[in-house]
């Protein structure tokens, strides 16, 4: 074996290492539920899933188990002595309805269709 092919076994075996070593640091951890003011349900068709939520009505809506964040655009929202009915962009195809409820507030919520990109 040559002085270069050895070389260079030893360099990927090396960064193979390193990467490996590196993957569960990099892992993202998803939030808990302590983090948000509200913890909801909301079902767009394709099941239910919990999320966190806080106390402003534009934040993102966080998936508790994957992370993934959900951009809201309008909110149709009531609950004992109040109710929500607001649009914070224009609902279009790229928009998804989904059901809401956290406890407090019941209604819909309509979603810009994908996940929020950090």
């Not at 193979?16 to 909801?40: D, G, H, I």
């Not at 239910?48 to 966080?62: F, H, M, N, Y």
């Not at 059901?99 to 996940?115: E, F, H, Q």
Request: with cysteine; glycine share 8%; net charge positive.
């Amino acid at each position: 074996m040559s002085r270069t092919h050895r070389l260079t076994t030893f360099f990927t075996a090396a960064l193979v290492a390193l990467s490996l070593l590196a993957a569960p640091a990099s892992a993202k951890k998803p939030p808990r539920a302590e983090q948000f003011s509200y913890v909801a349900q909301i079902d767009c068709g394709d099941g239910a899933r919990e999320v966190g939520s806080t106390d402003d009505l534009w934040a993102p809506l966080v998936d508790l188990q994957t992370g993934t964040k959900y951009r809201p655009i309008a909110w149709k929202v009531s609950g004992e002595g109040f109710s929500v009915d607001v649009t914070n962009g224009k609902p279009n195809k790229q928009s998804v309805v989904c059901a809401y409820d956290d406890g407090i507030a019941k209604g819909s919520v309509t979603l810009k269709k994908g996940p929020k990109d950090d």
